[in-house]
């Protein structure tokens, strides 16, 4: 059984010491601090404004959330533990019934997130949630790879 729940700094901490390994790979190249976990929670904390967390049988797997980039402009991220399959289904249903709408009804006009090249089944998952690639982006991870972007505007 999955259940839903508003993040928090526990729960966003343990899905962060124990994500998968490519999330762990694309969050590194983003960010200064290589596995500092604990930062990273602390980061989703204070800057998330739109949160969701995802457990199955009582084990945390998957944070979805935003934060916001600029005015009408909001930041998406994703991340989770290799026990993605079984929350999968639920956080995709959140993500396009819940999470972008949300966002649109706070005064988002973009919502847009990154996702280093090569990471397909994410791709693929980012596309069907609503999100359309917008443009490579070269040179944007802190060792020069190469990120996709990948958004959702709404008109005026």
Known sequence: MVELEKINFADVLYVAQNMRERDREEINLCRWDDDDFERLAEDCMSNTVFGWLAKAGGEPVAVLGAVPA?????????????????VSSTMSK???????????????????????????????????????????????????????????????
């Open 70 to 86: 600029r005015p009408g402009v909001w930041g998406a991220y994703l991340f989770a533990t290799d026990r993605w399959p079984e």
């Open 94 to 156: 959140v993500a396009r019934r819940q999470f972008l709408p949300v966002l649109r009804t706070a005064g988002a006009h973009r919502v847009e997130c990154h996702s280093m090249e090569g990471y397909d089944t994410i791709h693929k998952w980012i596309e069907w949630c609503g999100l359309r690639r917008e443009a490579e982006v070269p040179g944007f991870g802190k060792d020069g790879r190469k990120f996709i972007r990948f958004a959702k505007v709404w008109n005026s």
